[in-house]
């Protein structure tokens, strides 16, 4: 049982809270969709099975990750401290967890629908494709963003079995979101990774042009935010959330200079957790007023 709480101590369990909120998006945004159908509006039931995928992904892709690059942060002294290199979580305890947790993914798509228990295998090779992308490409931060930016578009189609355009502008927006922030992560490991052979966008531009890149993307998952909400015809509280997001990531790109990167973290982890759940929240303000107009 040890092993099991320092596994998600080891993955950061408690930061599902980034991609979490846009899967519930996609979910809360589809279920309108089926309304008119007179299909299946059971919401609680969705979500319950939408939110088990979402962690059941996330948990086996970090477990995969940690795993894979278990050898890399043994000589990193920022990750030289993680369970996985201290050895306080076996590497069989770790394959059993990312197993169980691709198990739970494969399990809740099956219970939503057909489509989205086909597409559960391009779902885990996409989140734990990403892991291998910094030994061969500097764009490895749009992998990530596209393993979960594909979070939101997979809980549409857990909830009505097909796509269309508003799913797709919400996984973009989330791919350029967390491309746009690992960016700035990797700002703290970029002699690291240059010394080990590994590739970032501050390996290959340098700090003052990464940071372009990352307001660049960040600038493009605003403009999808809006681009959503006008799509969708979404009420005025979906889009005070996403010109207060639109604010937050202006002042997150204000802590970080290339002369001063000490605030990464705080940019990084309370941000953008912030962001998400201020987004999801506003979401469910314009349903519930327009449910109750």
């Known amino acids: 049982m040890w092993g099991v709480f320092k596994f998600l101590e080891l993955i950061k369990f408690s930061h599902t809270i980034f991609a979490l909120p846009f899967a519930l998006i996609g979910a809360i945004l589809a279920f309108s969709k089926i309304e008119a159908k007179g299909a299946w509006t059971d919401y609680g039931i969705v979500l319950f099975w939408v939110v088990l995928a979402m962690g059941g992904a996330r948990t086996g892709a970090m477990g995969f990750n940690r795993l894979v690059d278990r050898h890399f942060d043994l000589k990193n002294p920022r990750t030289q401290n993680r369970p996985s290199v ?113 590739h970032s966008i501050p390996v290959k531009l340098g700090v003052a042009a990464s940071l372009m890149v990352a307001r660049g993307l960040h600038l493009g998952a605003a403009l999808l935010w809006f681009s959503l909400a006008y799509l969708e015809n979404l009420g005025w509280p979906f889009w005070a959330g996403a010109l207060l997001c639109s604010g937050l990531l202006t002042y997150e790109h204000g802590l970080v200079s290339k002369d001063d990167l000490s605030k990464i973290n705080l940019a990084f982890f309370n941000m953008n957790a912030v962001i998400s759940v201020t987004l999801l929240a506003a979401l469910v303000s314009e349903r519930l007023l327009w449910m109750f107009q």
């Open 86 to 198: 201290t050895g306080e979580v076996s590497v069989p305890v770790m394959q059993l967890m990312i197993f169980l947790s691709f198990g739970l993914l494969v399990f809740s798509a099956y219970m939503l629908n057909p489509m989205a228990f086909y597409l559960s295998p391009v779902a885990i090779f996409l989140v734990s494709f990403y892991s291998y992308t910094k030994r061969f490409t500097a764009w490895c931060h749009l992998f990530l963003g596209l393993a979960i930016g594909a979070a939101p578009i997979a809980a549409w189609v857990a909830v009505t079995g097909e796509l269309s355009l508003a799913p797709l502008l919400l996984g973009l927006s989330v791919l350029a979101w967390i491309a746009g922030f690992d960016v700035l992560y990797a700002l703290q490991d970029q002699d690291f990774d240059q010394e080990f052979g590994l």
